[in-house]
């Protein structure tokens, strides 16, 4: 194939809570994985290797992370609405495609993709898809009230302007999705950089520290947070650390290096803590780790609320004498404060480990149609 010809891919661009990113059914892809991965990267206007400063103007990726997910989505069963979901997660400058985390956020897409692509059988009423992550081998269940075809309940979330279809999702036993541990490093706090430090496995590997601990009050905007270089470094050297700490694996199995976490776009994510002001339970600002958040991952989010319900970790201690927060019968909310807003997470326990987490989220189709893909080495 020569530069001058094209092929195009069916695909549809949605937002999913508040990460934006495109879908694609499995069957539209090249079986074979390097002339897949080139094909993705052309769709998102990622570069072949590495150009510090790419900004994406050749595909529909937005540079941030949060909107820089393109989702694989494999139908197993249209009558019982069971699907796989593959998440790649790329970076602007980087030729690389983080195979490793899912996106809780984007994941509430995916019911309403499939819906629209007519590609499960629904009733009227509340349908169940259970979608299976092959990044972290965990299950979550979208429950969607649907009437001739269309999702009737609709809600606003923070961070996102105006009411769109609501998605409820539940994961299943989340703890230890990476490391097959809730706790990784064996303990509640390591002295991590001089810092105490809770590293937590739910969803997602994450390493939870005070604000006051990094010179921050944890009220700063964003903005703030991306122009101080002192502290992305001395959070750098945190969740480098801890990264070894918690014994995280690349794709193939084999350990990451230093440098490796230093890179990574993905994991372990790192956030600092700090009193509520608005009525919430703990105040949070978040990183995906390279880049401050808008607003909280709800994968994160997931971790951040077990942390808070765990006696002896950071998230606990720093609740324990201001809030009465305990679970009845078995099940808690816990509502977290961060740049957008407040949001909630459920969490049910049984016999003392976390066995379930659920959310809500709003998804939208911001369009849909092909994508044109120019010098594919082939179609």
């Known amino acids: 194939m020569t530069n001058f010809e094209t092929c195009e891919i069916p695909l549809y661009h949605m937002r999913g809570g508040t990460s934006t990113g495109v879908v694609i059914n499995k069957d539209d892809l090249p079986v074979d994985e390097k002339t897949r991965d080139e094909l993705i990267r052309k769709v998102m206007g990622i570069p072949e290797t590495n150009i510090p400063g790419n900004n994406q103007i050749t595909g529909l990726g937005r540079v941030i992370p949060t909107s820089n997910k393109l989702f694989i989505v494999e139908v197993v069963s249209k009558e019982k609405r069971k699907v796989k979901s593959t998440l790649a997660q790329f970076?602007?400058?980087?030729?690389?495609?983080?195979?490793?985390?899912n996106c809780g956020n984007m994941s509430s897409a995916i019911p309403l993709y499939?819906?629209?692509?007519?590609q499960i059988d629904v009733k009227n009423g509340i349908n169940t898809v259970e979608i299976f992550n092959t990044n972290?081998?965990?299950?979550?269940h979208a429950y969607i009230n649907v009437f001739n075809n269309k999702i009737v309940d609709h809600i606003e979330i923070p961070g996102v302007i105006g009411r769109y279809p609501e998605i409820k999702l539940e994961l299943q036993n989340p703890a230890g999705a990476k490391t097959g541990k809730l706790f990784p490093t064996g303990k509640k706090i390591d002295l991590i950089e001089g810092i105490e430090a809770s590293c937590l496995d739910v969803n997602v590997p994450m390493v939870?520290?005070?604000a006051n601990d990094v010179n921050k009050t944890g009220y700063e905007s964003v903005d703030e947070l991306k122009a101080d270089g002192v502290l992305y470094k001395k959070l750098q050297k945190i969740w480098m650390e801890?990264?070894?700490?918690?014994?995280?694996?690349k794709a193939d199995g084999t350990l990451m290096t230093k440098e490796e976490l230093q890179h990574s776009e993905t994991i372990p994510k790192i956030c600092f803590i700090s009193d509520p002001l608005k009525g919430g339970d703990i105040h949070v600002r978040y990183f995906t780790p390279q880049k401050p958040h808008n607003s909280l991952a709800v994968s994160g989010g997931g971790c951040l609320a077990a942390a808070c319900l765990l006696e002896?970790?950071?998230a606990h201690n720093l609740m324990s004498d201001k809030n009465n927060l305990k679970p009845l019968n078995n099940s808690c909310t816990v509502k977290i404060e961060n740049p957008a807003g407040i949001l909630e997470i459920e969490l049910y326990f049984k016999s003392n480990e976390i066995e379930r987490i659920v959310y809500k989220r709003s998804a939208q189709t911001i369009m849909k149609g092909h994508s044109v893909v120019?010098?594919?080495s082939q179609c």
Do not use: F
Not at 136 to 140: Q, V
């Open 91 to 101: 970076a602007a400058d980087k030729s690389s495609i983080d195979w490793r985390v």
């Open 114 to 118: 499939l819906l629209e692509t007519r």
């Open 136 to 140: 972290t081998g965990k299950l979550t």
């Open 208 to 210: 939870i520290i005070k």
């Open 242 to 249: 801890a990264g070894l700490k918690m014994k995280l694996r």
């Open 312 to 314: 002896g970790t950071i």
């Open 374 to 376: 120019y010098g594919l």
